[in-house]
């Protein structure tokens, strides 16, 4: 399994990111993907996660109407389009494959992981 995360970058305060996230060798019994981050000096937080099936989302409370997962099963690939990006959202973005649970915000309960993507916002 691999996952690879892409579109990170550099953007300043209320600006706009759309991370990618292509899962390939993900068996289909995987229940759902979460993005996480880890900003520097901080602990890897939950961001956002989504199923695979039915496509519920579950949103951190201070991404909320900020950011939107989706995903594409034909291509096995997942989007995190991050919008009014502040500051606070600098951090290495991360996806990961779930193979159990609903909508997951515990890395230990995450499978796969990705290298990860940097994410700066500067004020």
């Known amino acids: 399994v691999q996952l690879d995360e892409s579109g990170g970058g550099l953007v300043q305060a209320g600006g706009s990111l759309r991370l990618s996230c292509a899962a390939s060798?993900?068996?289909?019994?995987?229940?759902?993907m979460g993005w996480f981050r880890q900003a520097p000096g901080k602990e890897r937080e939950f961001v956002v996660g989504?199923?695979?099936?039915?496509?519920?989302?579950l949103y951190e409370d201070s991404v909320k109407g900020r950011f939107t997962i989706s995903r594409d099963n034909a291509k096995n690939m997942v989007y995190l389009q991050m919008n009014a990006l502040k500051p606070e959202d600098t951090a290495v973005y991360y996806c990961?494959?779930?193979?159990?649970?609903?909508?997951?915000?515990?890395?230990?309960?995450?499978?796969?992981w990705g290298q990860g993507t940097q994410v700066t916002v500067s004020s």
């Open positions: 989504i199923t695979w099936i039915s496509g519920e989302t």
């Open positions: 060798g993900l068996p289909f019994t995987s229940s759902g």
């Open positions: 990961a494959a779930a193979m159990g649970g609903f909508l997951p915000k515990l890395e230990r309960e995450y499978d796969y």
